[in-house]
């Protein structure tokens, strides 16, 4: 069974930094390797968007346009973690976070939309106080 874990939300001025974890369990070293890991966030009142994605296999990486310079998708693979940092946080980065997973064998990530991502971790709040 997969297992998806997030950590590090919390509150913030505008243009700070946080970062965020995700710790994968319950899939083996082929499954997880052949598979992509994307950040998602969803506002309240809007729906939930991608923001950025790795290939857990070679660690090709895709941002949305909103986050691009600003947000960074780390992974560790031996520690099973992904971690999105992000920095020059803005009012508009406020929403609740979500690691999802993509089995994926041909390394596509994309789109990056709720639809195509199977496993979804609980989520964690982030908040940005301008």
């Known amino acids: 069974q997969v297992q998806l874990v997030e950590s590090g939300g919390g509150s913030v001025q505008a243009g700070g930094s946080l970062r965020l974890s995700c710790v994968a369990s319950?899939?083996?070293?082929?499954?997880?390797?052949?598979?992509?890991m994307g950040w998602f966030r969803q506002a309240p009142g809007k729906e939930r968007e991608g923001v950025a994605s790795?290939?857990?296999?070679?660690?090709?990486?895709y941002y949305a346009d909103s986050v691009k310079d600003r947000f960074t998708i780390l992974q560790d693979n031996p520690k099973r973690t992904v971690v999105l940092q992000m920095n020059n946080l803005k009012s508009e980065d406020t929403a609740i976070y979500y690691c999802?997973?993509?089995?994926?064998?041909?390394?596509?990530?994309?789109?990056?939309?709720?639809?195509?991502?199977?496993?979804w971790g609980q989520g964690t709040q982030v908040t940005v106080s301008s």
């Open positions: 319950g899939l083996t070293y082929t499954a997880y390797h052949n598979s992509c």
């Open positions: 790795t290939y857990l296999y070679d660690g090709n990486r």
């Open positions: 999802a997973l993509r089995r994926s064998s041909d390394g596509h990530c994309t789109p990056l939309e709720p639809a195509y991502y199977g496993d």
